[in-house]
Structure formats: structure tokens, C-alpha cells
């Protein structure tokens, strides 16, 4: 088992940035692929983010790609989200989810994949 658990959501205006931590008890980051998902109010949880157990693997939803990037920090051992030109559109509460693996490189996008599960970090992007 594991346990994974969010730091640094908060409220910046729009084109601003923020940092989001994830960092993990029972097992580490080398043995979990992991993901940042986020949900809005009347909408769906959705993967935002990924990362291999290798860090060598990325993913991003295309409405991020270019202004967030995932990353390990390996002096705080989390794995961070760095979230910049933020938009109102990316108001949401944000999840850091993993969850363990043998394989280096995989990651998958189905939430149900996904069995540890942090309780979430509010980012409010106003205009």
C-alpha cells in the first residue's frame, strides 16, 4: 500500500503560476507511475499529467501541453506540477493519484488504474 498526499494549490490570477507537490509514504516514486488529475464543478475528473515510476515517461492532456510540465523533484522526493499561463479554465481541485508498477515506461490514462489517491488541492484562477 501507499499513500500519496497534495501541497501548494491556491489562488493566482490569470497568467500566473503555481506549484503543485505530491509526495508519497509506503513506497516510493520509483516503484509508482503517477498522475495529476483535477476536476471543476460539473465536470468530470480528468488526467491532467503523468509520469512513469522511470520519470523518463510523460503524458499531457493537449489543453496543458505547453504550459504545465511534471516532473520529479528528487531533493523533496515529490513529484511536482509546475503550472504556468494559467487560465480560469484550469480552476479545478487537483488530485495527485499513483499507483504501483514493474514496468518503467507505463502509463496509463483510465483513472480506475489508479488506486492510491490524495484528497485534493482547490487552484482558482481568476480573470
Known amino acids: 500500500q501507499a499513500q500519496v498526499a497534495e501541497s501548494g494549490g491556491g489562488s493566482v490570477q490569470a497568467g500566473g503560476s503555481l506549484r503543485l507537490s505530491c509526495a508519497a509514504s509506503?513506497?516510493?516514486?520509483?516503484?509508482?507511475?503517477t498522475g495529476w488529475f483535477r476536476q471543476a464543478p460539473g465536470k468530470e475528473r480528468e488526467l491532467v499529467a503523468a509520469?512513469?515510476?522511470?520519470?523518463?515517461?510523460?503524458y499531457y492532456t493537449d489543453s496543458v501541453k505547453g504550459r504545465f510540465l511534471i516532473f520529479r523533484n528528487k531533493a523533496k522526493k515529490t513529484i511536482d506540477l509546475q503550472m504556468n499561463a494559467l487560465t480560469p479554465e484550469d480552476t479545478a481541485v487537483y488530485y495527485c493519484a499513483a499507483h504501483w508498477t514493474f514496468y518503467n515506461d507505463y502509463i496509463p490514462k483510465n483513472r480506475d488504474e489508479y488506486g492510491f489517491w490524495g484528497q485534493g488541492t482547490q487552484v482558482t484562477v481568476s480573470s
Open positions: 509506503g513506497r516510493t516514486f520509483d516503484e509508482l507511475y
Open positions: 509520469i512513469s515510476r522511470s520519470g523518463e515517461t510523460t
